[in-house]
């Protein structure tokens, strides 16, 4: 059976120094100005109460007994689950108990919301108007170069997310574009970026949006407009429904029958 043929293109070896260093170059750079406008434009968070941590930590608190329960015995997760449940639905974790039943505020209205929502909007100013202008200067400069062949066999599947800004049909898939090469460095830098400016860096694309999708790591469970006590109310249901087993049941059978 004849094999295929390697396809072969004839590319300028300067290709390497005039387009696909400086885009990574630029690149890293990028990341790390990022990182330190994001350090400078973020505000001290304030001192929060203990009624505002307790409204917090005991929604915390619900959530963690229901992912841990097995590890409880019978007795132990419903007395547990009983003083929760109990408290959630009286309000008794509640920072302000006489806004029961009332709307939420105006998060236009609530300083707290205005600060949060002014922090999400200096962080997404800080990733969208760097990654803009490096886009616009790749394009402008660079659109349309095949700057490297990966040295693997990929599928066709490939081909649009490694040839962007390269209309051809017959090329191999694994020519590397310009632009392409742009957003393999986009998500794909995160390494670089831990080893220049540690774990906790804000250079990170990837990371950025993995912490804008875990609502669990904000500071604030309750982010402006949200109701508190529907938030408990609905944990309140999650524990009443929730299937309790113990790990333990059985333990003394099971390790007869392993060791038998």
């Known amino acids: ?24 170059v630029v690149m890293i750079l990028t990341g790390i100005l990022r990182h330190y406008a994001t350090v400078l434009m973020a505000t001290t968070p304030k001192k929060q109460d203990a009624r505002t941590l307790r409204e917090q930590r005991s929604l915390i608190r619900g959530m963690n007994l229901r992912q841990n329960a097995s590890v409880l015995s019978p007795s132990s997760f419903q007395a547990r689950k009983n003083y929760l449940v109990s408290a959630y639905q009286s309000g008794a974790f509640l920072k302000d108990p006489d806004s ?13 919301g205005m600060e949060a ?15 803009t202008l490096i886009m616009s200067w790749i394009n ?13 066999p990929l599928t066709i599947r490939f081909k649009s997310m490694l040839q962007s800004g390269v209309a051809t049909r017959d090329l191999d898939v694994r ?19 831990i080893f220049i400016l540690g774990d906790d860096n804000a250079a990170s694309q990837m990371a950025q949006q993995m912490g804008q999708m875990n609502p669990g790591a904000q500071a604030n469970m309750f982010g ?24 333990l049941d059985g ?6 029958a392993q060791f038998a």
Not at 224 to 229: F, I, R, V
């Open 224 to 247: 402006p407009g949200q109701d508190p006590d529907k938030m408990f109310q609905a944990e309140a249901e999650n524990l009443e429904v929730t299937e309790h087993f113990y790990i």
């Open 175 to 193: 020519w590397v574009s310009s632009l392409s090469w742009y957003f393999l460095n986009l998500f794909g830098l995160q390494s670089v970026f």
């Open 140 to 152: 402008a400069f660079f659109a349309g170069f095949v700057i490297l062949k990966l040295p693997f």
């Open 100 to 112: 029961k039943g009332k709307p939420p505020a105006n998060p236009m209205t609530d300083p707290a």
């Open 117 to 131: 929502m002014m922090g999400m909007m200096k962080g997404n100013m800080a990733m969208m108007i760097p990654q």
């Open 251 to 256: 333990v003394e059978d099971r390790l007869l």
């Open 1 to 24: 059976m004849a094999e295929a043929m390697a396809q072969t293109i004839h590319r300028d070896p300067q290709l390497f120094y005039w387009i696909l260093f400086p885009i990574t």
